[in-house]
Antibody
């Protein structure tokens, strides 16, 4: 069974940093592109970043470019999202997702990690 | 960025009814369109990809259609477990973008 389990969420002050982790199991992690998608409270879904299966290429939405870094450790089957210079508008539930076929279709989702940016 | 306009924002229907949700892209996305279902308090789940391909394990009462800039999700014979929010997503180009969602309730 495919499982994605996020951790590392919490309450953080504006301008500070937080790092999310996503432990993957039930599939060959190194074969798949992965992505983070977020959802602000009572809002819709917003793609944040993607990474290729090797980790050699990464893609970001403009509003997080230069502040967030997506990375992966294929030996540990773990995806990361380093979030720096956090803003109130980054407050959301962050979902770790598996990209089916390396083309942007998210066929597996974690339970989500809640991030609240507030003073 | 490609804008995805989804309608209606909310929908109320009876058990057994057929419902349709529409999604319009701001430019041609060449069938790079997925639909997701999100039940209250849960994570989204993939229903449809490539505009009309049913994801593994999804009931056949769900179907997708469309091309170019216009796409739709149809649910035949509505069941109580279909109460959820539904989102379309284009993956033709970065940044991937989602529709604002349709909240489906039972009448």
């Amino acid at each position: 069974e495919v499982q994605l389990v996020e951790s590392g969420g919490g309450l953080v002050q504006p301008g500070r940093s937080l790092k999310l982790s996503c432990a993957a199991s039930g599939f060959t992690f190194s074969n798949y592109y992965m992505a983070w998608v977020r959802q602000a409270p009572t809002k819709g879904l917003e793609w944040v970043a993607s990474i290729t299966n090797s980790g050699g290429s990464t893609y970001y939405r403009d509003s997080v470019k230069g502040r967030f870094t997506i990375s992966r450790d294929n030996a540990k089957s773990t995806l990361y999202l380093q979030m720096d210079s956090l803003r109130s508008e980054d407050t959301a539930t962050y979902y770790c997702t598996r990209d089916m076929g390396a083309r942007g279709v998210m066929d597996a989702w974690g339970q989500g990690a809640s991030v609240t940016v507030s003073s | 960025d490609i804008q995805m306009t989804q309608s209606p924002a909310s929908l109320s229907a009876s058990l057994g009814e057929t419902v349709t949700i529409e999604c319009r892209a701001s430019e041609d996305i060449y069938n790079g369109l997925a639909w997701y279902q999100q039940k209250p308090g849960k994570s989204p789940q993939l229903l449809i990809y490539n505009a009309n391909s049913l994801h593994t394990g999804v009931p056949s009462r769900f179907s997708g259609s469309g091309s170019g800039t216009q796409y739709s999700l149809k649910i035949n014979s509505l069941q109580s477990e279909d109460v959820a929010s539904y989102f379309c997503q284009q993956y033709y180009d970065y940044p991937y973008t989602f529709g604002a969602g349709t909240k489906l309730e039972l009448k």
